[in-house]
Structure formats: structure tokens, C-alpha cells
């Protein structure tokens, strides 16, 4: 099984600033790397497919690269609806997996 | 409008049985593969199973292989998840999914359900 870890666990920033949010697998998962928000009470939402590629509907402001196993979300200036928890999945390899998330809180 | 609406949910006893459902509408049902996923409480995302847009191949987490059941209906744009031989360890809000593209599965999960909690315990 591909263990994903997400760094940090916890982001403090205030809105305006730029977030730099991790992901690492434990062996190569090509850029078969996915990446959602989920808001609190709320389902999972897909920000980003195949490492990089915006999902319909999703604002510019989010960005993702990498590829193997170090990946990186970023979001280049934090909006009030952006503080949630983000999670990586990986899709190269069955079981799929998920990352232990990074919640990005408002500094 | 793309919508997944899941329901079945509830309180059953360590060794007991429970239905979900996923009703599906706003797209070619047979058309995707699905999926569900759950979240215990306070934790993360955990993938349980899938199953494909012709519902011939299914795959399940190691977890749940064996207790367990993905299936669906096309003539009901239902996806179904029988759980079976119930733990404490599986109480959990339960999501459906929808792939983004047909079977690839490479290009994650756009429409999510609302979920549905499962909760074991006696």
C-alpha cells in the first residue's frame, strides 16, 4: 500500500498569503495525484487531477505540481473560503490512498 | 444537475448488516465508475470500494474484502454498498462518488455525495 504523508499538519495564515501545502508518497505514483478541500460538515471537493490539472469550476488561484512521489499544492493568495483541510490521493495503485490532510486555519 | 444522494444510514449493532444507497442523477449513470470512501469521526479520508460504469469489475479496500458488497442498478441510476459483518472500527460517515471520467480512475472523484453515517456500536 502507497502511504501518502502530508506536510504540515496544520498551516496558519492570514488571507492574502500564499499556501504551500505537501504531499509525499512512499514510492513513485507517477502524477496519478489528486488533490481536494473539504470543508467543515461538508464532502470532499476536487481541486486538482493528475498532479496539476484543475478541476472544472476550480479559481486559478490553486495550482498543483510534482510528480513521483513530491507533490505541492499551492494557493497563491488565500481567500476567506479557502481555510479547510486539504487532502492528497494517489491513484497509481490499488488500494487507493489518501493523506492525513493539512488544515490551513486562519492566522 | 449532477447529484448523488446517499441514504441507509444508521445505528446497528457490532456483527450486523446495513444497505447504503446512492442515488445518481444529471448524468449517464452506466457511463462512470463510482466509488465510496468514508471518514471516521475526526479522521480522514479512507477509500472502501469501486466499482465500474458496466458494474463487471469491482475492487475493495483490505479492510472490508469479504464483509463488504459494492453493486448497481441501471435501471434505478442506484449505486448500492451492503456492509456486512459490522465492526465498531467501521463506524463512519460513508461517501458515494462519481469518477471523473468514465473507468479512469487516474482522474479522481468530481461529484461527491453529502454521506450518510454509519454508526457501530451496542
Known amino acids: 500500500e502507497i502511504v501518502l504523508t502530508q506536510s504540515p499538519a496544520t498551516l496558519s495564515l492570514s488571507p492574502g498569503e500564499r499556501a504551500t501545502l505537501s504531499c509525499r508518497a512512499s514510492?513513485?505514483?507517477?502524477?496519478?495525484l489528486a488533490w481536494y478541500q473539504q470543508k467543515s460538515g461538508q464532502a470532499p471537493r476536487l481541486l486538482i487531477y493528475d498532479a496539476s490539472n484543475r478541476a472544472t469550476g476550480i479559481p486559478a488561484r490553486f495550482s498543483g505540481s510534482g510528480s513521483g512521489t513530491d507533490f505541492t499544492l499551492t494557493i497563491s493568495s488565500l481567500e476567506s473560503e479557502d481555510f479547510a483541510v486539504y487532502y492528497c490521493?494517489?491513484?497509481?495503485?490499488?488500494?487507493?490512498?489518501f493523506g492525513g490532510g493539512t488544515k490551513v486555519e486562519i492566522k | 444537475e449532477v447529484q448523488l444522494l446517499e441514504s441507509g444510514g444508521g445505528l446497528v449493532q457490532p456483527g450486523g448488516s446495513l444497505r447504503l444507497s446512492c442515488a445518481a442523477s444529471g448524468f449517464t449513470f452506466t457511463s462512470y465508475a463510482m466509488t465510496w470512501v468514508r471518514q471516521a469521526p475526526g479522521k480522514g479520508l479512507d477509500w472502501v470500494a469501486g466499482i465500474s460504469g458496466s458494474g463487471g469489475t469491482t475492487l475493495y479496500a483490505d479492510s472490508v474484502k469479504g464483509r463488504f458488497t459494492v453493486s448497481r442498478d441501471k435501471s434505478k441510476n442506484t449505486l448500492y454498498l451492503q456492509m456486512d459483518s459490522l465492526r465498531v472500527e467501521d463506524t463512519a460517515i460513508y461517501y458515494c462518488?462519481?469518477?471523473?471520467?468514465?473507468?479512469?480512475?487516474?482522474?479522481?472523484?468530481?461529484?461527491w455525495g453529502q454521506g450518510t453515517a454509519v454508526t457501530v456500536s451496542s
Open positions: 514510492q513513485s505514483v507517477s502524477s496519478y
Open positions: 462518488a462519481k469518477y471523473t471520467y468514465g473507468d479512469d480512475v487516474m482522474k479522481g472523484f468530481d461529484i
Open positions: 490521493q494517489q491513484s497509481s495503485n490499488w488500494p487507493l490512498t
